[in-house]
């Protein structure tokens, strides 16, 4: 029975020092402060045509 208390604590020590998690990766080449978002691009008319066409499925599938 003591065995067993004994690996229970031993694994939820193991469990909570894990490893943490970071969202965005480190900054290794630059001391700057911000991250170089890429350039949106504004979409053309047949992009947006497409998309109504694509809104307007969707909306007719749900609604059915």
Known sequence: MKTKCIFILIIF????????????????????????LPKGEIPTEADREALAEIRAEYENYITD
């Open 13 to 36: 020590a193991l469990l909570l020092s894990g490893c943490g998690y970071e969202k965005l990766p480190p900054k290794t080449d630059s001391s700057s402060q911000q991250y170089v």
